[in-house]
């Protein structure tokens, strides 16, 4: 059933962190109510029937700016455990459903806000995407090569700083409701979340063990046992070796063990000998080196593109991956001894949920074809 059975959330559709935030919640068992928009998916969305991240939801099409849209989901908060939105400050209070006018009917709701840049501070009000917020707060300057940094797709920003933030404040909130019955609103900005990422980094900062140029520290790439390798057929493999252990079992692999000691892997020392490594990892196969590193503590793994990814055999072992009508995508994440996350379902049209919803809200056949006539729901 999930460790989430019996929580109804509410999420008011947007792009992006929102619909993965209530996909987390749903893979574990919530009860998700989509409320997209009458008027059918905006900007860069995908349909909802293609959207990996609309599965196991429940879908309702309204039209907030009626009277008659507002008043359906003012119902649904009624009943409802947890809202999330994510449009930028204020709309949602010109809209009618601001964090007082859901809690007046419902004192207890969780009220989950979530934006780039936050609900105050002087860029709350603009726009802006992933790339914007990981810029300000030192995560995508410390990523890439020395002349450049890389965009780290929108898996930073998005998804780390926001939809995983805001599901933590989410849960916390629900926590603390049951001990206080009172609901709250949980401010989940994607910069406070991508700066938390970082946090790790200024204490070695601090330390004395990370600078702040590109391209020359242990975990950037810089380091010779902690990089990524062209093999001879132009496929890649990654190394991780960090610990004394795994570099041993690295070089012993390699043939290196009598070139290299561990002084070669001091900073100074770096570049040479990456030269030396990717020499020799360079005149073999990436299937060599599998095979080669197969079964040892060297922490060299292929790197794969996502459709490769399907078939790796551990993947395939744990069940990361499913398949839903036909889409192969990641299964719910992560597992528990007592609760079963079951399959997913598929993912539903914008709308097609509409009916039985309203019909639970206690709305009649006679008033649900009144609001469609006047546009309200679709």
Known sequence: MGPLHGVTVIEIKGIGPGPYAGMLMA????????????????????PAETDVHSRGKRSI???????QGLEALMRLVANADVLIEGYRPGVAERLGFGPDACHA???????????GWGQDGPLAATAGHDINYISIVGALAAIGQADKPTVPLNLIGDYAGGS????????????????????????????????HLMSGFHGWQNSGFWHNARARNVLDGAAPNYDV?????????????LEPQFLAALLDGLGLSEQLDFAAFTPAAWPDTKR???????????????????????CVAPVLDIQQALLHPHNQARGTYVDIAGVPQPAPAPRFT?????????????GADSDSVLESLGYSADDIAQMRRDGSVT
């Open 105 to 115: 009917v419902n004192p207890t709701l969780i009220f989950g806000r979530l934006t």
């Open 229 to 241: 390798y062209t093999t001879s057929d132009g496929q890649l493999i990654s190394v991780g070796a």
């Open 61 to 67: 099409a309204l039209n907030l700016k009626t009277a």
């Open 27 to 46: 893979d574990l068992g919530a009860d998700v109510v989509v409320v997209e928009r009458a008027s059918g998916p905006s900007g860069i969305a995908l």
């Open 338 to 350: 007592r609760s079963d996350c079951a399959t997913p379902r598929p993912p539903r049209a914008e």
């Open 276 to 298: 030396k490594i990717a020499d020799v990892i360079g005149a073999q196969t990436q299937q060599h080196w599998l095979e080669v590193f197969d079964g040892t503590d060297a």
């Open 164 to 195: 995983l933030f805001l599901v933590i404040g989410v849960l916390a909130a629900l926590l603390e409701a049951r001990e206080s019955g009172q609901g709250q609103v949980v401010d989940t900005a994607i910069t406070d979340g991508a700066a």
